[in-house]
């Protein structure tokens, strides 16, 4: 798989930078990297999140920026200090464990005041802050209780006042949310984002969780083998993705393999293995001749030709099977060879519910289908 | 009040849940009943005799009865030396007691009380025969058919018993000697003599009292009854009584001898007041006189008092042990505490090496262990050697590390150091390095981290280990034995001398008895204080 850091590049430029890795790597046995080459800049009041599935190297680099991990080669800066030899206490960074790490044998509020005490602030000081962090995750009544006592979901409003309270420019949260159940999760991800902004904090958050890198992010790195494979807004993350790791992480997606038979602009026809000719947009594609996997949306499928331009390509699919989800259909077809072709289409009053065995035409507009490595 | 709920028959529910528990508890309670039944016949029936030994004391009671009534209103601030009535009823006791040879068992248990009380008693035992004597040879200078057994055994056996003995032809069992009613009734001090030579006669000397003519105790006895007779009952009723009624007014001019006098005679000691008040003091047939002793403190007439200076050991030796065994688990604190953080966060090969360490003393016999200690330890030993070679210490001035208590402490810290560093571990497994290092990005330096975050949660892995470590260092025996010398030893050692050397097993239950109780005490006041429920072995 090519790493797609070598052709984007962090947009923010190193004078507004807030956190910064440069060609950091990292290794726990000095054979193989966990970390390759990872370059990453963020803005202040950015929040980041780090996503990817586990053993990509997402937690490795929210370790080496909390100081518990140090870096193999490269530099880490905050601010535009190097941290590499700073230990973890004097970082100053907040961070939010994936259990909690709450401190069992105290209450909420002497949990609050750990921060403030090794900071040694007097008593009036650290009463008001414990009271405005507790104030910000409306767990006021809580302050006498033991961890123990309390739900998850309060644990983790407590664990995230003990990363704020003590007024830290930078939090780091390492799947925090990953022990609770939907709902209580969704609720969570709104509160923290709202907190973020409104604190205009910087948060770099690590999650395996696509729909909570999505909602709550400004941006997204997908991390896989080591390397950031995209970073970007989840909006352009979603609907452009720059290879076919992050077009397969990323959503349910479609792919269909094929050689490019010519490319035109911002154009390109692709032959698939099965002999059939569709339109898509050259991504990191070059040149015809090139093996290509072309990846399309199951939403952005269309068996209404009168949708479709006229003269795009279609492609003949029977449909195996329709799936009922209440708010949209879910339908697997047998497309160009392979069966686990899927459309999605809105449970809509006119909406056409296929049924199984009838054969289709399916198409797609040629901005929406596109050809990455293969 | 709530309505009764109903099962679905109608029954009570709660009738109806226990039903349904009563197979499953019958069936937990067979499975463990093997165990409990063991437990039972070789650990708590054999402990709690043990402890009842720690105030029996029957032995006194059971085996000089007369003596014991006779001394009862004794008083040793008004009379120095009893009087002859005691010395007399001692001198039957002891008769019967040689002749049942008992007299020595409980010489040496008086002894534990009064040092020479054992040598005295064996010593009037070789001669307590010749008490009375000078009865003996009156009656049988009045009337020859004294020195007939026959005739004692006409006057004092049972009619059937007589006639049964007559009869018996040498085979099987003697008949066992019947104690006449009549004679019982008239000569009730005498017959009561009597029918004991008789039983001994036939129970230890094999012989038959028709043969053997009576001990000099029992003329000594016939003497004091009819000399205090008042003409009543009429002696000739008995069978062959004519040979009483005519002694009855012999006696009267025979010549007294003192029985006293007779004692006095045999060892002098017979004339020392302590003597009679150890037996007094001791007579009842349960004593808080082993629990004084084992706190350096006697039972004395005029209740508890110390014990001579020199003979003041326990208090100290309890106290000891109790020092050195919280010394040993305060060692053990600090030399477990680091190996049982590193093998809770070492990576799990290295880890298991570490423990496989940790284990191996477990592997090696107690004995070797010490035995090796003894070996490192000594003047000339590997220890020592080392440091004159490095020149911390002079040659002429080697350290003294063992047969004292820096000895048992260095033994016992390594013996019982697994027993610290397991329920550490077991409790540090479980601690996750997140604390560390939510506290680390807190902005706890390291120790800060350790101290108020690691260390609270680690602490009920110490209370573990510390309970462990210190109930068995309290009780040790084989270790401070061996390298303890004598200012190393513990109070089991103690213990096992008077169980297996000085015999004085009641003492040693009553030491035993303090040692539990104290365990037990310091048990309770750390339940109080740390509570039991912060103990973890595991999980």
């Known amino acids: 798989m090519r790493a797609a850091g070598e052709n984007f590049l962090p947009q923010t430029t190193t004078d507004t930078a807030f956190v910064e890795f440069e060609r950091v790597q990292k290794s726990y046995d000095g054979e193989t990297l966990v ?75 002497e949990n609050l005041s750990f921060p403030l005490e090794v900071r040694k602030m007097d008593k009036t000081t650290r009463e008001a802050k414990i009271k405005r962090a507790l104030g910000m995750v409306q767990m006021n009544d809580f302050a006498g209780r033991r961890p123990a006592q309390l739900s998850g979901g309060q644990q983790q409003r407590i664990a995230l006042a003990r990363a704020l309270v003590f007024e830290p420019e930078l939090v780091l949260m390492d799947e925090p949310l990953g022990a609770l159940d939907k709902q209580l999760r969704e609720t969570l991800q709104f509160e923290i984002t709202n907190l973020a902004h409104e ?31 995209q970073l970007a807004p989840p909006d352009q993350l979603y609907e452009a993705p720059q290879n076919s790791f992050v077009a397969q992480f990323i959503g349910e997606n479609n792919t269909l393999e094929g050689v490019v038979q010519q490319i035109d602009g911002d154009t390109c026809i692709v032959k698939l293995d099965s002999g059939d000719i569709i339109d898509a947009v050259p991504v990191n594609v070059s040149k015809a001749g090139e093996r290509t996997k072309v990846s399309i949306r199951p939403e952005r499928v269309e068996f209404d030709k009168s949708r479709l331009n006229p003269g795009a390509h279609t492609l003949k699919a029977e449909v195996l099977e329709f799936i009922y989800m209440g708010d949209i259909f879910r339908t697997r077809l047998r497309v160009a060879g392979t069966d686990e072709f899927v459309i999605k289409t809105r449970n809509a009053p006119d909406q056409v519910r296929l049924t199984p065995g009838s054969q289709i035409d399916i198409g797609w507009m040629a901005k929406d289908c596109r050809a990455l490595d293969a | ?47 709690g005799q043990m402890l009842f030994r720690s105030v029996e004391n029957q032995i006194v009671g059971d085996t000089i009865p007369r003596t014991v009534v006779a001394l009862g209103d004794w008083d040793a601030n008004t009379d120095p030396v009893p009087d002859d009535a005691v010395f007399s009823a001692f001198a039957k006791d002891l008769m019967i007691a040689v002749e049942r040879k008992q007299h020595t068992r409980l010489g040496s248990r008086l002894n534990y009380e009064t040092s020479g009380i054992s040598s ?41 018993w007589i006639t049964a003995q007559a009869a018996w032809d040498g085979e ?31 129970t230890e000397n094999n012989d ?71 037996i007094q003091t001791y007579s009842p047939a349960f004593t808080a ?37 919280l010394t040993i688990t305060v060692s053990c604190i600090l030399l477990g505490y680091p190996v049982a953080w590193m093998l809770a966060n070492l990576p799990a090969r290295k880890a298991n090496l570490l423990m496989i360490l940790v284990l191996l003393p477990f592997w090696t016999s107690l004995l070797v262990r010490t035995s090796a200690w003894k070996v490192l330890l000594q003047q000339q030993g590997v220890i020592n050697d080392t440091l004159v070679w490095i020149g911390l210490v002079a040659d002429d001035n080697r350290l003294a590390l063992i047969n004292n208590a820096t000895g048992t ?37 390291n120790w800060t981290a350790f101290w108020r975050v690691y260390f609270p949660q680690s602490v009920p892995g110490i209370g573990a280990g510390s309970i462990l470590v210190f109930i068995l260092a309290i009780g040790y025996y084989i270790t401070p034995e061996i390298v303890g010398g004598t200012k190393g030893v513990f109070i089991s050692n103690r213990i096992a001398y008077h169980i297996s050397t000085s015999l004085n097993w009641g003492l040693a239950a009553a030491l035993g008895a303090i040692l539990l109780a104290v365990v037990l005490l310091l048990y309770w006041a750390y339940d109080r204080i740390v509570g039991i429920d912060n103990v973890k072995l595991g999980g």
């Not at chain 1, 700073?86 to 105290?106: C, E, T």
């Not at chain 1, 948060?203 to 494979?229: K, N, P």
């Not at chain 2, 039972?299 to 508890?304: D, L, S, V």
Request: net charge negative; proline share 6%; with cysteine.
């Open chain 1, 199 to 229: 604190l205009g904090i910087t948060v770099v958050y690590v999650t395996h969780d696509q729909t909570e890198a999505l909602t709550m992010s400004d941006r997204v790195a997908v991390f896989d083998d080591g390397r950031i494979q």
């Open chain 2, 208 to 278: 038959s009292p028709t043969e053997e003519q009576p001990w000099n105790v029992v003329y000594l006895a016939l003497y004091e009854e009819l000399r205090t007779y008042t003409g009543e009952p009429n002696y000739a009723d008995l069978p062959g009584g004519e040979i009483i009624f005519a002694a009855e007014d012999a006696v009267r001019d025979f010549a007294p001898q003192s029985v006293r006098a007779a004692f006095a005679d045999i060892d002098e000691d017979w004339e020392d007041t302590a003597v009679w008040q150890t």
């Open chain 2, 289 to 325: 006189g082993y629990f004084l002793n084992s706190v350096d403190l006697q039972k004395t007439p005029g209740g508890p008092a110390w014990q001579p200076e020199n003979e003041q050991i326990y208090l100290t030796l309890f106290w000891r042990t109790m020092v050195m065994s």
């Open chain 2, 409 to 445: 402490i260095i033994a016992m810290t390594h013996i019982l150091l697994p027993f610290m560093i397991l329920p550490l571990y077991s409790v540090m497994k479980t601690i996750p390095p997140s604390y560390l290092r939510a506290a680390k990005s807190l902005g706890a330096t």
């Open chain 1, 35 to 109: 970390v390759k080459d990872l370059n990453l800049s963020m803005p202040k009041g950015e929040f980041l999140t780090m996503l990817g599935p586990s053993g990509s190297g997402k937690t490795t680099c929210l370790m080496m920026l909390a100081g518990f991990e140090t870096a193999t080669h490269g530099e880490i800066r905050l601010d535009g200090v190097s941290i590499n030899n700073i230990p973890p206490h004097k970082r100053g960074i907040g961070m939010v464990f994936q259990n909690y790490a709450l401190f069992p044998h105290m209450t909420v509020a």
């Open chain 2, 1 to 47: 009040m709530a309505e009764q709920m109903l099962a679905a028959d109608g029954r009570p529910l709660k009738a109806s849940l226990n039903r349904a528990l009563r197979r499953q508890k019958m069936r937990a309670l067979l499975l463990i009943a093997p165990l409990l039944l063991f437990i039972m016949l070789t650990f708590i029936v054999p402990i």
């Open chain 2, 120 to 160: 005295l008693f064996r010593k009037s035992g070789r001669r307590v025969d010749d008490i009375g004597e000078g009865y003996t040879d009156q009656f049988v200078a009045f009337d020859p058919a004294w020195e007939d057994p026959l005739t004692w055994a006409t006057l004092f056996g049972d009619a059937d």
């Open chain 2, 172 to 202: 099987g069992d003697e008949p066992a000697f019947v104690l006449s009613d009549d004679a019982n009734e008239m000569l009730p001090r005498t017959a009561d003599i009597y029918a004991a030579f008789a039983e001994v006669i036939q």
